[in-house]
C-alpha cells in the first residue's frame, strides 16, 4: 500500500484531485521505486521534502516529527521491521539515481 491509498488524497497520477492540485511529488518520484516495496515514492514519501499532508508547515525538519507521529509512516515500518530504508538510504537512492529533480517518468505496478 502506497501513501496515496492508505490515506486516499486522490493526488496520485490519474487520482481525483490530481487535476486541480497536482500529483503528489511521492506518485512521481521514479528514483524511489520499489523502496520499501512502493510505487514511485509512495512508501518513502517522508524522505520528499515537497510531500505529505504536514510538508508546508516548518520545512523538513518540522516535517520529519510529524513523519515520525504519521500514521502510514507507522504502517510502513511495522511492515518492513529492519529491512525500513532509512532516510540517508533513500537521499542515496535518489543522488545515485538522477539529479535531485523528480522524475516524470512513472510504472503503474509495484513490483
Known amino acids: 500500500m502506497n501513501c496515496w ?10 487520482g481525483k484531485k490530481e487535476q486541480r492540485l497536482g500529483a503528489c511529488p511521492a506518485a512521481v518520484e521514479t ?10 515514492g509512495g512508501r518513502a514519501c517522508w524522505a520528499l521534502e515537497a510531500s505529505g499532508r504536514e510538508c508546508r508547515k516548518g520545512g523538513m525538519r518540522q516535517k520529519i516529527k510529524s ?34 529533480a523528480p522524475s516524470s517518468t512513472t510504472r503503474s505496478k509495484e513490483d
Open 67 to 100: 513523519c515520525l507521529r504519521c500514521p502510514f509512516f507507522q504502517h510502513v515500518m511495522q511492515q518492513e521491521g529492519r529491512h525500513l530504508l532509512s532516510m540517508s538510504e533513500i537521499h542515496g537512492r535518489m543522488q545515485v539515481s538522477g539529479d535531485g
Open 31 to 40: 528514483r524511489l521505486h520499489g523502496v520499501n516495496g512502493g510505487v514511485n
Open 5 to 14: 491509498e492508505f490515506f486516499h488524497c486522490g493526488r496520485e497520477l490519474g
